[in-house]
C-alpha cells in the first residue's frame, strides 16, 4: 500500500507565504506525476500545480501561475508547493496527489493524502 502524508499547512496573513509537503510512503512502488489540488467550502476539488516524474514538466492553475512552485525530490518520495502572496481566496484544504506505479500489480494508481488546511485571513 501506499500513504501520502501532507504538512505545511496552517494560518498566514495575506501577503504571507506557506510551503506544503506531502511525503509517499511504502513498498513496491515508484511515482510517476504529482500534484497539488484544494477544495474550499462549498466548491469542487481543483488542480492547483502538477510535476512530471523527474520534474521536467510542470503545471500551474491561473489563479496560482506566478505566485506558487511545484517541486519535487524523488529520492524522497516527496512533492513541495511553495506559495507566495496568499490571497485569502487561497483558502481551501490542500490535497496531495501521486500516480504511482505498483510494481507487482503493474498498474497505475492515483492516491491522496488526507489534505491540510490553508487559511488566509485579510
Known amino acids: 500500500q501506499v500513504q501520502l502524508v501532507e504538512s505545511g499547512g496552517g494560518l498566514v496573513q495575506a501577503g504571507g507565504s506557506l510551503r506544503l509537503s506531502c511525503a509517499a510512503s511504502?513498498?513496491?512502488?515508484?511515482?510517476?506525476?504529482m500534484g497539488w489540488y484544494r477544495q474550499a467550502p462549498g466548491k469542487q476539488r481543483e488542480l492547483v500545480a502538477t510535476?512530471?516524474?523527474?520534474?521536467?514538466?510542470?503545471n500551474y492553475a491561473d489563479s496560482v501561475k506566478g505566485r506558487s512552485t511545484i517541486s519535487r525530490v524523488d529520492a524522497k518520495n516527496t512533492v513541495y508547493l511553495q506559495m507566495n502572496s496568499l490571497k485569502p481566496e487561497d483558502t481551501a484544504v490542500y490535497y496531495c496527489?501521486?500516480?504511482?506505479?505498483?510494481?507487482?500489480?503493474?498498474?497505475?494508481?492515483?492516491?491522496w493524502g488526507q489534505g491540510t488546511q490553508v487559511t488566509v485571513s485579510s
Open positions: 496527489n501521486a500516480n504511482v506505479r505498483r510494481w507487482k500489480l503493474r498498474a497505475d494508481y492515483d492516491y
Open positions: 511504502g513498498s513496491g512502488f515508484s511515482i510517476n506525476a
Open positions: 510535476i512530471t516524474s523527474g520534474g521536467s514538466v510542470t
